[in-house]
């Protein structure tokens, strides 16, 4: 069936550090691959996507490249700050079925 | 647009009482997803309706869960009787075809059964 994996964390940087946080996912054809951002007391959003092998997604500084030889989708951000601090969760979906599958979420500490 | 519409924000019960959550989807998104977020168990789909229609309710936990969509505007989520191990953060979350899937998530519920 399908399923995304990600890094476990926490996962503790220093302001204007390089992030990665590793996601992969099994999956049969071509779905759409997504990142989303919890920050603390809030809902879910969107952070950014790709709906297709080698697009890259970007906002915020974040960016990140769907690789299908790898089945990966991980994301980085050149220098991170304080604000970046929150839990990310890498997502799939199939268009046929709308069902987002969900990895266990990454949480990100930024120190000042 | 406001966005997702959740009420209550939080919610004290004791065990056995009745609970309802109540959700509001953007206006013009035809897919409504209930999820339940836990540190052990993680974001969990629920339910989800398409067009008021629930599609697929695999992840309701028991039969003390039900979930309703009486129109495009408004669905509630309801547990009766509830139990301590429902406390959780409850989301609902809405989508459209016409944005690629992308899913726009309420602010949760946060609930309490003591």
């Known amino acids: 069936g399908n399923s995304v994996t990600q890094m476990e964390g926490p996962v503790t940087l220093s302001e204007e550090a390089f992030l990665t946080i590793n996601c992969t996912y099994t999956a049969t054809g071509y779905p759409s691959l997504f990142w989303y951002v919890q920050y603390p007391g809030e809902g879910l959003q969107l952070l950014l996507k790709?709906?297709?092998?080698?697009d890259k997604g970007s906002n915020k500084g974040f960016e990140a490249t769907y690789r299908k030889e790898t089945t990966s989708f991980h994301l980085e951000k050149g220098s991170v700050q304080v604000s970046d601090s929150a839990v990310y969760f890498c997502a799939l979906t199939h268009l046929s079925s709308y069902k987002l599958i969900f990895g266990s979420g990454t949480r990100l500490l930024v120190r000042p | 647009d406001a966005g997702v519409i959740q009420s209550p924000r939080h919610e004290v019960t004791e065990m056995g009482q009745e609970v309802t959550l109540r959700c509001k989807p953007i206006s013009g998104h035809d897919y409504l997803f209930w999820y339940r977020q836990t540190m052990m168990r993680g974001l969990e789909l629920l339910i989800y309706f398409n067009n008021n229609v629930p599609i697929d309710d695999s992840g309701m936990p028991e039969d003390r869960f039900s979930a309703k969509m009486p129109n495009a505007s408004f669905s509630t989520l309801k547990i009766q009787p509830s139990e301590p191990r429902d406390s959780a953060v409850y989301f609902c979350a809405s989508s459209s075809l016409r944005a690629d899937n992308e899913q726009f998530f309420g602010p949760g519920t946060r609930l309490t059964v003591l």
């Open positions: 790709a709906t297709k092998a080698d």
